[in-house]
């Protein structure tokens, strides 16, 4: 949770609808929006936000945002007295179906492997205040692999440690030569 009103993210399965500079659309998950100063609805990677219809979503200024389970957004227009949200657009999302077969592409951006992509559903559940990040702490993945080295010299040193001891001990026991 991040409770930042322009961060959202799909709670199970399913992706939000963008277009990259490349100019096809694509899908992600990528959830960190923002308004650029033309009112385009971005992600952080500068995708623009698609609507169902597949459009930029444009987002007028606001005084504040609500983005529902469905992916719907209300603002408060800056110029409007406090009353009604208005609707100023939908997140376009999608579950794809099993047989649909996704890949990354070279640009980074998900497609289907062979096709178009399926046309939005609004079957994923979006949740506002919220991103979706990884489960590896990278901090905490070093550390560990830092204690794992060190727990592994410490047993080969006592390994060595061990055959010095043994070795020293069979020499003691041999019989004098000579």
Same mark, same amino acid.
Not at 45 to 55: K, N, Q, S, Y
């Given at each position: 949770?991040?409770?930042?009103?322009?961060?959202?993210?799909?709670?199970?399965?399913? *992706? *939000?609808?963008?277009?990259?500079?490349?100019?096809?659309?694509?899908?992600?998950?990528?959830?960190?929006?923002?308004?650029?100063? %033309?009112?385009?609805?971005?992600?952080?990677?500068?995708?623009?936000?698609?609507?169902?219809?597949?459009?930029?979503?444009?987002?007028?200024?606001?005084?504040?945002?609500?983005?529902?389970?469905?992916?719907?957004?209300?603002?408060?227009?800056? %110029? %409007?007295?406090?009353?009604?949200?208005?609707?100023?657009?939908?997140?376009?999302?999608?579950?794809?179906?099993?047989?649909?077969?996704?890949?990354?592409?070279?640009?980074?951006?998900?497609?289907?492997?062979?096709?178009?992509?399926?046309?939005?559903?609004?079957?994923?559940?979006?949740?506002?205040?919220?991103?979706?990040?990884?489960?590896?702490?990278?901090?905490?993945?070093?550390?560990?692999?830092?204690?794992?080295?060190?727990?592994?010299?410490?047993?080969?040193?006592?390994?060595?440690?061990?055959?010095?001891?043994?070795?020293?001990?069979?020499?003691?026991?041999?019989?004098?030569?000579?």
């Amino acid at each position: 949770r991040t409770d930042e009103e322009l961060d959202v993210a799909i709670a199970d399965q399913g *992706f *939000f609808y963008v277009m990259p500079d490349s100019g096809d659309p694509a899908l992600s998950r990528r959830g960190d929006l923002r308004r650029d100063t %033309d009112g385009k609805l971005r992600n952080g990677a500068g995708d623009a936000m698609l609507g169902p219809d597949l459009a930029p979503i444009q987002v007028p200024a606001y005084r504040n945002i609500r983005i529902t389970d469905i992916g719907e957004i209300y603002i408060q227009p800056l %110029d %409007d007295p406090e009353g009604e949200p208005v609707l100023a657009g939908v997140l376009a999302t999608v579950v794809p179906p099993a047989e649909v077969a996704l890949t990354k592409g070279a640009d980074g951006q998900i497609r289907t492997v062979e096709g178009p992509l399926p046309p939005p559903d609004q079957r994923a559940e979006v949740l506002q205040g919220t991103l979706e990040s990884s489960n590896v702490n990278p901090v905490e993945e070093l550390l560990s692999t830092m204690q794992m080295q060190r727990n592994f010299e410490l047993g080969m040193r006592m390994v060595l440690t061990a055959r010095e001891l043994d070795e020293g001990g069979a020499r003691m026991m041999q019989a004098p030569e000579g």
